[in-house]
């Protein structure tokens, strides 16, 4: 394949190489939080538009922090907007069940709201979810949210 064009360019032309060739996913995980790099969604873009099926791993605190609400104007509903209609599987990493023991796994202090700004992330997808399901989007009726069957305090 000619190495010319934009990245973005030859990002369009990999997924759409990739799906000819009969790769039906593209997961975007591992090394480093996903939401942490801008480019996740340009790939996320790039596989859609090729037709691939999209599964991201993340730990869902970065969805309303400055990394991500850069990329999208400063809007939250914006960055989950583009991420329910361009990920077929959403998997948030929570590793623990409880707010205390979420903490202490991550040698954070107690009064730290790392894990509540993780759970309203995860409340804000699902609600986004409902409304672009309800105005039409039949993308986001396919995003699938992984299972976080938490007690919250």
Known sequence: ??????LNDRLDAYCKELKKGGTEWVVVSG??????????????RAARAAGLNTRMVTNGILLSLP?????FDGSLEKAADFILTHVDDLQISLDFSSRDEYLESKNLPLSSNVFDVLIANIRFLVQRKKALISEGYQDAVVAQIGDYSLKTP
């Open 1 to 6: 394949m000619r190495q010319g064009g934009t």
């Open 31 to 44: 090394g480093m939080e996903p939401l942490a790099d801008p480019f996740t969604f340009d790939i996320l």
């Open 67 to 71: 990394p991500v609400l850069r990329v």
